[in-house]
């Protein structure tokens, strides 16, 4: 082991050992951006208006004949931080299931899509939602009733993963 360390370091030049070629490299990017005009958004006045592909709050999917959720319950397992809980109940309508319970703990969720992916329903995606605010810790575990929203308003989104899905 010892020895390949050894042929490494003789095969640097001087100049290399000193690390100053790439000082310089740094140095030089950082310049080249320090002069250049900079963008700042002015943010309650100019609201940032994200993409389709912005992943932002999760939200259940409401369409006109309910909710797509069929509380499979695949996205409380996939979650990495345990934000979600789903308890599921049997129904007369054509799906079986339906979710009774449906949480997200906010303050837990760390906004990495993973319930979005393996929802089989597309009934779970994440919004273009991005300022969020809690006053206590209670108010950020948001129910069915908080999560349910119109298929209109996310458009965007069921569009952008009908694309690359």
Do not use: W
Not at 15 to 30: F, N, R, S
């Amino acid at each position: 082991m010892n020895n390949t360390k050894n042929t490494e370091a003789e095969r640097l030049n001087f100049m290399e050992k000193l690390y100053l070629p790439e000082i310089a490299k740094g140095l030089g990017l950082t310049m080249k951006y320090m002069f250049k005009p900079k963008f700042t958004r002015q943010y309650p006045e100019e609201r940032f208006e994200p993409t389709g592909s912005y992943r932002g709050r999760p939200v259940l999917v409401d369409t006109t004949g309910g909710e797509r959720c069929v509380a499979c319950g695949l996205c409380s397992r996939v979650c990495p931080a345990l934000a979600i809980e789903v308890q599921a109940s049997e129904t007369e309508r054509e799906k079986e299931r339906y979710p009774v319970k449906f949480e997200i703990n906010m303050l837990r969720c760390i906004f990495c899509g993973f319930c979005e992916e393996v929802c089989p329903e597309e009934a779970i995606v994440m919004s273009k939602e991005y300022d969020i605010v809690f006053t206590s810790q209670e108010e950020a575990i948001l129910g069915k009733e908080d999560l349910l929203v119109p298929e209109e308003q996310l458009q965007d989104r069921l569009e952008y993963l009908a694309e690359y899905k």
